[in-house]
């Protein structure tokens, strides 16, 4: 039995259509009540309230038993978040309590991190504890890292694994509203021949010149998929090891549709600037010492990817 909590998200589902893929039905998928028409398609065991997953699946003994990890993927996204208790209730205490009941009943449990705990500031982007977090959403997942760092230290055994996304785009993205990828938001918006907006630059980057490590959501089900079956305690970045700036994105996407029109550069909204990253870039060498050997999509080939599957839906 294998568990997916926020199995209507954005890298849920896109796991569950891999597992189904690969034959695998035997999941349980975890997720708010009102969500489950967005995974009707998919093959499955049972679809569990969030809010009742943990109650429910501590009275069941023989369940426990069977269940071989718990991909945990369910989360409060928004970077924007302006209610703290709010989202350290929904990433870092139901988190905790996962990870608890994981170590207590010694199960796998491979979970979302993110690279937004390392801050708006230039750095290696290497695994540790160069925590910078900048805003609410970046401190709740800060504080799961601390506490599995914390747990791994004094309980050897146990079997917790995070995985430190970057900026994941790709097919399923569409219901991430303000929080989907700027390759998203910019085909949308050529698409329609509309007037593109990027951010002007600051803080020693041109305009549009802001750049990214963009991991593609395939790779991203991959690797959460090959750590089920190599697993490896720690928190790992998953990223390509390479950065593209945003003024390329809307080229390459441009050149595919032959959208003429130029950028125009606009003020960072307040509500962000305190907190972007105007750059990141994944360092992969503990990925690599963990065993993970397979080359990543890199964004070029990835957009082309994207793009080709917009316009085949």
Request: hydrophobic share 35%.
């Amino acid at each position: 039995m294998l568990v997916v909590t926020g199995a209507c998200g954005f890298i849920g589902r896109n796991l569950v259509f891999f597992l189904n893929n690969l034959g695998i039905t035997n999941i349980i998928l975890v997720d708010k009540k009102k969500n489950i028409n967005l995974i009707k398609k998919f093959k499955y065991h049972s679809y569990v309230d969030n809010k009742f997953f943990l109650k429910k699946i501590n009275n069941n003994q023989n369940l426990i038993k069977k269940i071989k990890v718990i991909f945990h993927l369910g989360a409060n996204s928004s970077t924007v978040e302006k209610n703290l208790e709010k989202v350290i209730h929904d990433n870092y205490i139901y988190s905790k309590l996962l990870v608890d009941f994981c170590v207590n009943n010694n199960i796998k449990l491979i979970y979302a991190s993110s690279a937004s705990v390392y801050g708006i500031k230039k750095n290696n982007f290497k695994e540790g504890y160069n925590f910078l977090p900048a805003n609410y959403y970046s401190i709740s997942k800060t504080l799961v890292d601390l506490y599995v760092l914390n747990i791994l230290k004094v309980y050897k055994n146990a079997k917790l694994l995070g995985l430190r996304y970057f900026n994941v785009y790709g097919p399923g993205e569409e219901n991430k509203g303000r929080m989907s990828s700027i390759i998203y938001k910019l085909n949308k918006k050529i698409v329609n021949n509309e007037k593109v907006s990027l951010f002007r630059g600051y803080e020693g980057f041109a305009n549009g010149e802001q750049n990214r490590d963009f991991v593609y959501i395939e790779d991203c089900v991959k690797i959460n998929y090959w750590f089920y079956k190599n697993f490896k305690s720690g928190i790992v970045n998953v990223g390509t090891g390479r950065s593209v700036t945003f003024n390329k994105i809307f080229n390459i996407i441009a050149k595919y549709h032959n959208y003429k029109k130029k950028i125009h550069y606009i003020k960072m909204p307040l509500d962000l600037f305190t907190a972007y990253q105007n750059e990141t870039k994944a360092n992969l060498k503990k990925l690599r010492k963990f065993g993970y050997k397979k080359s990543f999509i890199l964004p070029k080939e990835g957009i082309k990817k994207y793009l080709d599957y917009f316009s085949n839906n």
